[in-house]
């Protein structure tokens, strides 16, 4: 459950990070393959090295869908709709991994903010990733 | 028996040599009673957990975070028998705490989080896929003894 408060600080961190959303979302991509190396089954038709175009545009476009999400969580549902279906009648990507991502994405914030990722802010963002995440997967059955 | 690359144990020796222990262990420890509320349970006589201000601020939550972190030193100094270096920590989390062992997980994943905002890019992905791995190996010897 995200009070307004929770809410509002979300929307501000995804807000500033946008225009640095290759760089982010890149550096959790590269966490989580380095940690979860089963991650790195679905990506076995690009090329994920560090730095690479791929992975950059890849990285930017979750963290753009992260952010998107972030403005009005309550319509959730509503923004993640076509992202639904892909992740659930396309991409098949079994959901463990989402947990792993929003994890390594956590990790990244932290390493950026460094002290700005107060606990507030950590257990806030913890529990928007983990709606993410579950929105996400609402189609796969 | 866990197999060490020698990066991975470069790195964790080089983690904990750097660590400071009286900030790290406090802040992990006070993350996680504020990200995951329900592991408050196990410190109903710790005063005041009322809301993030006061577990930041509760000398307890820092004095026990403090001491949890030290905990790590034996496993750093024994990374070739983590298990048997664990076998008595882990009974008692199990008989005398009856700590459910999931939380040690939540509390190894605030570790990190505490661990990549103090070394910021230094914390690369390899780096943290050696530091979880030596979480998870603790993680698992301190649930070993459960049954």
Known sequence: ?141 | MVEWIDFERDTIVDIFSKMQYEVVGPEALARCLIVYPWTQRYFGNFGNLYNAAAISGNPMVAKHGTTILHGLDRAVKNMDDIKSTYAELSVLHSEKLHVDPDNFKLLSDCLTIEVAAQLGNDFTGEVQAAFQKFLAVVVSSLGRQYH
């Open chain 1, 1 to 141: 459950m995200l009070s307004t408060r929770e809410k509002e600080l979300i929307a501000e961190i995804w807000g500033r990070l946008t225009p640095v959303a290759e760089d982010i979302g890149a550096e959790a991509l590269l966490r989580m393959f380095a940690t979860e190396p089963g991650s790195k089954t679905y990506f076995s038709h690009l090329d994920i090295s560090p730095s690479s175009a791929h992975l950059r545009s890849h990285g930017k476009k979750i963290v753009l869908a992260i952010a998107e999400g972030a403005k009005d969580i309550s319509q959730l549902a509503v923004t993640l709709g076509p992202l639904q279906t892909l992740h659930a009648y396309q991409l098949r990507i079994d959901p463990t991994n989402f947990k792993f991502f929003s994890h390594c994405m956590l990790v990244t914030l932290a390493a950026h903010m460094r002290n700005d990722f107060t606990p507030v802010a950590h257990a806030a963002m913890d529990k928007y990733l983990s709606a993410f995440a579950a929105v996400l997967a609402e189609k796969f059955r």
